[in-house]
């Protein structure tokens, strides 16, 4: 199974990702901000299957996280989750990097797909998903 760092700062929605995960084999290591985050990926000098990071975070945000991690590990898979529409804004020029962003909130079998897909490579249309593209 995956190796995946969960990056975000409500310790709730935290907590129900991890254990999701988890349920499903995962290895997940938990941060609770963009900077921890980061200190994590280079701490584990980026051996991680996939990033899986909330947008919106205070100190370092999940849009600045995502562009360090890919520019430190091109090859580290990212997927963004955000409660709020106007991130997607933000995301100009992630396309490139971030898989796709799940919004919140989402139901279990929804992070659980949406981890499968973008650890299979695969992208589905699911009306809780958002698109990133400008």
Do not use: Y
Request: with cysteine; proline share 4%; charged share 25%.
């Amino acid at each position: 199974m995956a190796k995946i760092l969960v990056t975000e700062d409500d310790p709730h929605v935290r907590a129900f990702v991890s254990r999701a995960l988890e349920m499903n084999g995962h290895t997940v290591v938990q941060a609770d901000d963009g900077e921890e985050g980061f200190d994590c990926l280079s701490e584990h000098e980026g051996a991680f299957d996939l990033l899986l990071s909330d947008i919106k975070m205070p100190f370092m945000d999940g849009i600045e996280l995502a562009q360090l991690a890919a520019q430190s590990w091109p090859e580290l898979k990212i997927l963004m989750m955000t409660g709020f529409a106007d991130q997607r804004e933000r995301s100009n020029g992630l396309s490139e990097i971030v898989i796709d962003v799940v919004a919140k909130p989402f139901t279990l079998d929804t992070i659980r797909n949406a981890v499968e897909n973008a650890l299979t490579g695969e992208c589905t249309d699911a009306p809780e998903r958002l698109s990133i593209s400008a």
